[in-house]
């Protein structure tokens, strides 16, 4: 059976439960830190009777920014973060999202419902051909894969481990549209990013009753394009401001993506209406 003919139950229920953990990688900076801030604004809209509570748990390596962002948190919305400081690719900065969630698990009372959105990615080197590639590049290889694909598995599993008892889940994995498109220079990126679609394709095969997205951002203007735009074989295209979405545009619509919530689940939807994949065809 296809996994998208498998209904899921939440599909029907509001983003935020009663008590929501959320936790989002990649919230230093870009369009995670926007995601952050959109999603804290209108968990506040929300819940002008005070009977919600949200958690954030907010990762990635710059430790200022995101302490400065829960500060801002705390004061804006009142909304509590815990911080998971260092590289995705560090095995120790994996047992402290462990021991986190394990932390938060033993919550009384405990959280009804729990999301974890997988945001943080980094690009490679765009100048980089398919043939410039050797022997002497296996470390780096898998270095890339090891970031953006590897982590991405270990982080879900050990999230859907320990919050079992938590029966409402859902996991966002923020994809491209190079997941299924080729650009010149871009080989790894592509790579990384259809094997987390594939990894999300398993995730909903096999675990029906968790709400699942992919979504895919459109070309932003953050400091992963900056690259892209000084030097790259597709510097016409992003040194066009033109080209460019700011994280604002592309996280309403995010933010409006999950306020609905009618999207079939393990969709793939991007900024510009991509439903599903095979609409592209
Ligand atoms: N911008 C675009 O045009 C575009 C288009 C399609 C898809 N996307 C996707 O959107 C997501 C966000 O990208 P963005 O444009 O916002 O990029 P960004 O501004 O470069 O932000 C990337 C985020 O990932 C974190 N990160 C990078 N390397 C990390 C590591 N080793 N360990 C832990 N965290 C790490 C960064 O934080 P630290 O540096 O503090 O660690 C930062 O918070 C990515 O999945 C990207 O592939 C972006």
Known sequence: MASQEIPCNDSKQEFFGKKTCCV????????????????????????????????????????AALNELASNLRSEHGIESLVVKGSLDDTGVLESFEQTFE????????????VIIHNAASLGDPKQLVEGFSSHDLE?????LRLNVSSVIALNGAFLTKFAAIE???????????AIQAMKGTSLYSIGKAAREAYIRALVCENPKVRVLN?????????MVV???????NQAFFSNK????????TVTKFVGILKENTFENGATVDYFGRLKIEDNN
């Open 24 to 63: 989002i990688t990649g919230a230093s900076k870009g369009i995670g830190r926007t995601i952050v801030v959109e999603l804290a604004k209108w968990f506040s809209e929300s819940n002008s009777d005070d009977s919600k509570s949200l958690t954030l748990v907010l990762s990635a390596r710059d430790e």
């Open 103 to 114: 932390k938060l698990s033993s919550l009384v009372p405990p959280f009804d419902k729990v």
């Open 140 to 144: 780096q290889i898998d270095g890339y």
């Open 168 to 178: 409402q889940k859902a996991v966002i994995n923020i994809t491209s549209l190079l």
């Open 215 to 223: 979504y895919s951002p459109g070309p932003v203007q953050t400091d």
């Open 227 to 233: 690259p892209l735009a000084n030097d790259s074989h």
């Open 242 to 249: 033109a080209n460019l979405l700011t994280t604002l545009q």
